[in-house]
């Protein structure tokens, strides 16, 4: 069983930039796909970006479509999000998720989440 941990988040102005990594640990990171998923207070869980266990293949919410870029290095077992032109509205707690085989945009159905790490956009 893979254990996830983020970090990366804090405080950043509207139009600012954030790189939020995810550790993964106990499991075969390569077998793993991976994602980002946040959640606005108040609001449902909400598919960000996912990524192939190879890196291979992407997907993301268009909401954040040339603006984030997941990408993973299966040497250090961690999956990046970096995010650029931040928005207020995308003030969420951002939680790393993993699922075998395949990633998918659904929330609910990754398999294993990370604690999450809050990302606030102040404008």
């Known amino acids: 069983q893979v254990q996830l941990n983020e970090s990366g988040g804090g405080l950043v102005q509207a139009g600012g930039s954030l790189t939020l990594s995810c550790a993964a640990s106990?499991?075969?990171?390569?077998?793993?796909?991976m994602g980002w998923i946040r959640q606005a207070q108040g609001k449902e869980r909400e598919f960000v970006a996912a990524?192939?266990?190879?890196?291979?293949?992407?997907d993301y919410a268009d909401s954040v479509k040339g603006r984030f870029t997941i990408s993973r290095d299966n040497f250090k077992n961690t999956v990046y999000l970096q995010m650029n032109s931040l928005k207020p509205e995308e003030t969420a707690v951002y939680y790393c998720?993993?699922?075998?085989?395949?990633?998918?945009?659904?929330?609910?159905?990754?398999?294993?989440w990370g604690q999450g790490t809050q990302v606030t956009v102040s404008s």
């Open positions: 990524i192939s266990w190879s890196g291979g293949s992407t």
């Open positions: 998720a993993a699922r075998v085989p395949r990633p998918t945009s659904a929330p609910a159905r990754w398999d294993y």
């Open positions: 106990g499991g075969t990171f390569s077998r793993y796909g």
